[in-house]
């Protein structure tokens, strides 16, 4: 049985663990507080209470990573925790790691983005990718999704505060819903797509005034103020390498009809 082990057992990571529960995978799964480890033994995954922005406990973290892969999916951008974190893999049996990532690694250069597009070099993000991808004792997968949308995450939401404003407003957005997500790096995993880099967003790609007119009218929020201007600036990310790699149809392909929890 493939071991993985999840670290970050969030919004993504959880049912991400969960999912890969369900297909006969073994794994692991980390949390910053004891109180969540119930939840994780709950479904079946073993908790370890761990956190990379803290001193790093070695023995622990070894114990963590004894699996045959390793997901990365924390939103932090401590450059020395992740640095510490290689040195522990690099005497692990981890072999591939996945590594959750964000198209914001690319610049608003008003053009269609592909994976061949240069990365911003100034981005911390990018350069935590880069730490990983050079490693030559495991080979990483980097995903870069797109705005993330779903369970308990509706943008509408957004709005409900007073004096939120949207600039930009005829710019399209770029967004995932949560369970192609889950369903993509489950891909990648049983595919055995490795070394690999992949953008990850929806077919379609509304204006900002479009998509986010609607998901404040479908929970009746107030439409937002949108900030007009002469010049937009934007990107459109492109999923076809993704699709074409992997012969993945997306859950949700047009992110104006997804329906959230309300």
Same mark, same amino acid.
């Given at each position: ?15 991400? !663990? !969960? ?15 004891? +109180?969540?480890? %119930? ?15 803290? +001193? ?9 990573? %004894? ?8 939103? &932090? ?5 992740? &640095? ?5 893999? +690099? ?23 592909? %994976?061949? $597009? ?43 505060? &007073? ?11 770029? $967004? ?48 937002? +103020?949108?900030?007009?201007? %002469? ?24 992110? $104006?009809?997804? &329906?959230?929890?309300?």
């Amino acid at each position: 049985m493939t071991s993985i082990s999840v670290l970050g057992c969030g919004w993504l990571g959880l049912p991400l !663990a !969960a999912h890969l529960i369900s297909n006969g995978f073994e794994v692991k799964g980390s949390v910053r507080s004891k +109180e969540k480890t %119930e939840l994780l033994k709950s479904i079946s995954v073993t908790p370890f209470v761990l956190d990379i922005d803290n +001193e790093m406990i070695e023995q622990l973290w070894k114990a963590f990573v %004894e699996s045959d892969i390793l997901i990365i999916a924390i939103p &932090s951008k401590n450059q020395a925790g992740f &640095s510490s974190l290689i040195s522990v893999l +690099e005497t692990s049996s981890v072999k591939q790691v996945v590594f959750v990532s964000s198209t914001s690694v690319y610049a608003d250069n008003n053009a269609v983005i592909t %994976e061949e $597009m240069v990365e911003s070099e100034s981005s911390v993000l990018f350069q935590i990718e880069s730490l990983f991808t050079q490693s030559p004792a495991f080979t990483t997968t980097v995903i870069r999704f797109s705005g993330l949308v779903g369970y308990q995450r509706n943008p509408g939401r957004f709005f409900q505060k &007073s004096g939120r404003s949207v600039s930009n407003p005829d710019a399209p957005v770029n $967004m995932i819903h949560q369970d192609d997500c889950v369903e993509l790096i489950t891909q990648i995993i049983k595919q055995k797509k490795w070394g690999e880099v992949f953008n990850a967003c929806a077919d379609s790609h509304p204006s900002k005034r479009e998509f986010y007119t609607k998901a404040t009218q479908n929970i009746g929020v107030s439409t937002p +103020e949108f900030i007009e201007s %002469e010049t937009q600036t934007f990107k459109i990310i492109s999923n076809e390498k993704i699709k074409k790699t992997l012969g993945y149809e997306f859950i949700y392909p047009d992110v $104006m009809q997804i &329906s959230y929890d309300i």
